[in-house]
């Protein structure tokens, strides 16, 4: 969710080299066109005013004085090593005399080498805090250039608008894009990156506050860039050049077949073994799916400790089984537990681990219920995945999972949550969000 450029001059910057420029597939997603021209002519001017020339020159620069620094520093270590490795035989010989051991020390061993490198940690600190002032400066710069080709409103809105799309893309790849990973299931063809827009749409109240608190920032010395809230400070004292914000429509737009374009680019950014797994047919797939494995997975440690109690096979019939056989609490005692419920006896411990089997119990119960077709999970953009019941109420479940693992355990109430849905009232629908 950014932009860039460099250049890749020769004879140390004097002479200009080939020019790129990065234009990260999101920002079309989330800004607008006039926004988007601010955020092009920023880079632009960073061109113009020759900021990108010595960019590799600086790197190098700064690499070199790096590796100086690992490399004495390596050294120091290893003969601090070997020192050590000297003393402790020589300790190991006193102690197989008889002798009271003694601490290892090392003494003076690397001292030449540490002492060496700190002229180079010295100046590399003031070799990036130079380099990183100046790059500050230009992009102040650069800004300027910006508010001067696409106004002010445009550059001042896009400063604000891409930290809230930065935080709405992480979200959105770690919760919809990714989510059928453990499934081995991608989004549909171009909706990797693509799908951001779903989200864009349902969650614009949020990004209207985001893009009012700007990120905390905590000023260094050593920032590439100045703070978000003080460049948009400096464009926005900028005089009123009668441009207005917002007119333009969706920077999308300017692609001639957006969907073709995000599905290249999933071809050439995933991963080989990404490009591999299977492909939902939609997001409402990708999230059942997804959410189904998840929910599967959460079963585990309950299946596994009522195999261990009672040799069954896991399954839920076999839980029901064994409560009913009053084999509740030794299957509650084979569940992973924290270090105040293992260390609990009697009573107390019943009451730290009730919560635990309660959560585990209603796991395996909806993971059954979907096997069954009585519950499915609903795709949101503006929250969490839904679990949408078919053969009960979500408060019918919750009295059943409280009875089945109460110190008078009863699952009548679970097995009739678990008749097929032809043989209870089809009304029956609750929503529940996970």
């Known amino acids: ?3 860039a450029v460099y250049e890749k001059s020769r004879l140390l910057g004097l002479v200009p080299g080939r020019r790129v420029l990065l234009i990260g597939a999101p920002l079309l997603s989330g800004l607008d066109e006039d926004q988007l021209i601010s955020v092009l002519a920023h880079e632009f001017g960073h061109y113009s005013n020759a900021d990108t020339r010595l960019g590799a020159i600086n790197r190098r620069g700064f690499e070199q004085v790096s590796r100086t620094v690992s490399t004495l520093m390596r050294r120091s270590a290893a003969k601090v090593d070997d020192e050590r490795l000297k003393a402790e035989e020589k ?4 102690v197989a005399r008889g002798k009271a051991a003694r601490q290892i020390d090392t003494g003076s061993a690397g001292l030449s080498y540490r002492l060496a490198a700190k002229p180079f940690i010295w100046y590399g600190k003031f070799y990036v805090r130079s380099m990183r002032s100046t790059m500050r400066r230009q992009e102040y710069a650069a800004d300027l250039t910006a508010a001067r080709i696409a106004g002010r409103a445009a550059t001042a809105s896009a400063l604000r608008e891409i930290p809230a799309l930065d935080a709405a893309f992480g979200f959105y790849m770690q919760s919809y894009a990714s989510l059928g990973a453990n499934a081995g299931l991608l989004p549909p063809q ?45 464009i926005e004292q900028l005089p009123d050049d009668g441009r207005a914000a917002g007119a333009a429509g969706p920077a999308l737009a300017l692609l001639d077949d957006p969907a073709a374009a995000f599905a290249a680019l999933e071809q050439v950014s995933l991963t080989p073994d990404a490009l591999t797994m299977r492909r939902a047919a939609d ?22 400790a009522v195999r261990e109690a009672t040799g069954a096979d896991g399954s839920l019939d076999s839980v029901l089984a064994a409560i009913d056989g009053g084999a509740l609490w030794q299957v509650a005692d084979r569940l992973p537990k924290s270090a105040q419920a293992a260390a609990a006896t009697n009573r107390a411990a019943r009451e730290l681990v009730r919560p635990r089997l309660h959560d585990l119990l209603r796991d395996l119960t909806v993971a059954e219920l979907i096997a069954r ?62």
Do not use: C
């Open 91 to 94: 300790e190991a010989r006193r």
């Open 190 to 234: 171009g909706e990797v990156y693509g799908g951001l827009r779903h989200l864009l749409r349902a969650r614009s109240a949020e990004l209207r506050d985001l893009r009012e608190k700007f990120p905390e920032e905590e000023p260094s010395a050593y920032d590439t860039h100045p703070p978000t809230a003080d460049r948009v400070a400096r």
């Open 1 to 3: 969710m950014n932009a």
């Open 373 to 434: 077709g009585g519950a499915h999970f609903e795709l949101s953009w503006s929250d969490s995945a839904l679990l949408r019941l078919h053969t009960a109420s979500e408060e019918q479940l919750t009295r059943a999972l409280d009875a089945a693992v109460a110190d008078v355990p009863d699952t009548t109430g679970l097995r009739q949550v678990l008749r097929p849905a032809d043989s209870l009232d089809s009304g029956t629908r609750e929503r529940e969000t996970i």
């Open 283 to 304: 997001w409402e797939q990708l999230v059942h799916e997804s959410m189904t494995t998840y929910a599967d997975g959460a079963t585990q440690p309950l299946r596994r």
